[in-house]
């Protein structure tokens, strides 16, 4: 498979991302690939950060930049979403101690808890691995591309708990940002799976997250929140 690319990012050497590969010497996983996409993961991070501080302050630089978003849902994602994932503790909340220091303070009446970031350890921007640029790239082909005069669907066989919930939601959802008058159906084997808001369980608690990341400008006009009167 090509390697997944998000082409605004080459001025800064972050448009590749690092996915996984097999070593052509042993047949086996590379598992250098994991600390590269991390070390890309970390400085997109940061551009995120900076992206976001100048989209707030800067006209020009925000109409450039949605400009790009309205042409790579990959871009809108990486830069305005969240996703939780709180099996990443152990990568954004580490500690430095050890495991003999933290059973140790079982028995302490002195420890250290965080309460003010905790959120901070489960909800994190929604950079995505590759596989997910992949995805995006299909349904951008496949509904809005070459193949939109034709209909099809799109099979991803897949393990559980990688995140596609995330990000074909993303991809839907960054179609009704930016695409007049693109209509879908979200479906899931069982209602209460889709429609639970606020619980990230459920696919519109997803889609609740996201709206809660989206600055208010992108925001299509007329919509209303759940309970709220036109």
């Not at 997944?4 to 972050?14: K, S, V, Y």
């Not at 086996?28 to 707030?56: G, H, I, M, P, S």
């Not at 559980?160 to 939601?169: D, K, Q, T, V």
């Amino acid at each position: 498979m090509a390697e997944a690319r998000i082409p605004a990012l080459a001025a800064d050497g972050l448009d590749i991302v690092p996915g996984y590969r097999i070593d052509p010497a042993t047949g086996q996983e590379d598992l250098a690939w994991r600390a590269e996409f991390f070390r890309w993961y970390e400085n997109v991070r940061d551009w995120r950060v900076w992206a976001q501080t100048k989209f707030a302050q800067d006209s020009a630089f925000r109409d450039s930049i949605l400009l790009l978003c309205a042409r790579d849902s990959v871009l809108f994602t990486l830069l305005f979403l969240d996703v939780e994932e709180p099996r990443s503790m152990a990568y954004f909340d580490q500690t430095g101690i050890t495991l003999d220091d933290a059973l140790a303070d079982l028995h302490s009446d002195s420890f250290d808890i965080a309460l003010d970031d905790l959120s901070y350890r489960t909800i994190h921007p929604f950079i995505p691995f590759d596989y997910q640029v992949h995805a995006h790239r299909l349904l951008t082909k496949t509904i809005l591309g070459p193949m939109r005069g034709f209909y099809h669907d799109i099979l991803w066989d897949k393990a559980r708990g990688i995140g596609m919930s995330y990000a074909f939601l993303a991809w839907a959802y960054w179609g009704w940002v930016f695409i007049p008058g693109l209509r879908g159906t979200i479906l899931t084997e069982k209602w209460d799976k889709a429609e639970r808001s606020n619980d990230l369980n459920s696919l519109f608690g997803k889609l609740d997250l996201f709206l809660d990341s989206t600055p208010t400008v992108l925001i299509p006009d007329g919509f209303k929140g759940k309970g709220e009167k036109a």
